[in-house]
């Protein structure tokens, strides 16, 4: 039996920018909470992806919370790394930003998405483990691990 093979959370960190444009819109001139999950869907899988070293899908979006809108030509930034790996799931946590012109930053989402690595055949495959570094992460990964036991006590009970 081999050694499973273990990455850092900063192996797979994952930064991504958009801009607004009115496509992006709801009636009320906001972005589109839509569009903002397929972005933060986007970002997840990549994040999935790099740590897994292939395919990953989106299992379970286990929280998805809006603090502010944006509008029509702000910048969106969204920063995604994992929190806690299983034998084949990731929790991978998705921070969203408006950006002003000047740089600053104002968070107006945080999001967790349950990825699994999958083969060709979309089966389950092992991912390599995650290695906690820091008091931050070592944090992170016993919320993700208090969400992880929740989701499957939900399961149980058929939500």
Do not use: C
Request: aromatic share 6%; hydrophobic share 40%.
């Amino acid at each position: 039996m081999t050694d499973r093979k273990m990455k850092r959370v900063e192996d797979s960190i994952t930064e991504q920018s958009h801009l607004i444009m009115p496509k992006s819109l709801n009636s009320a001139g906001y972005l589109f909470g839509g569009e903002l999950l397929a972005w933060i869907d986007e970002t997840a899988g990549i994040v999935g992806r790099r740590h897994a070293e292939g395919n990953v899908v989106t299992v379970a979006v286990d929280n998805m919370y809006f603090k502010a809108g944006a509008k029509v030509n702000d910048m969106i930034v969204l920063i995604g790394r994992l929190t806690y790996v299983g034998h084949s799931s990731m929790e991978v946590r998705i921070d969203t930003y408006r950006e002003a012109s000047d740089g600053k930053r104002t968070m107006i989402n945080r999001a967790y998405f349950t990825m699994v690595g999958t083969d060709e055949n979309q089966r389950p495959v092992e991912v390599p483990g995650l290695i906690i570094e820091g008091v931050t992460q070592q944090i992170e990964n016993e919320a993700a691990l208090k969400r992880a036991e929740l989701w499957k006590r939900r399961r149980r009970e058929g939500f």
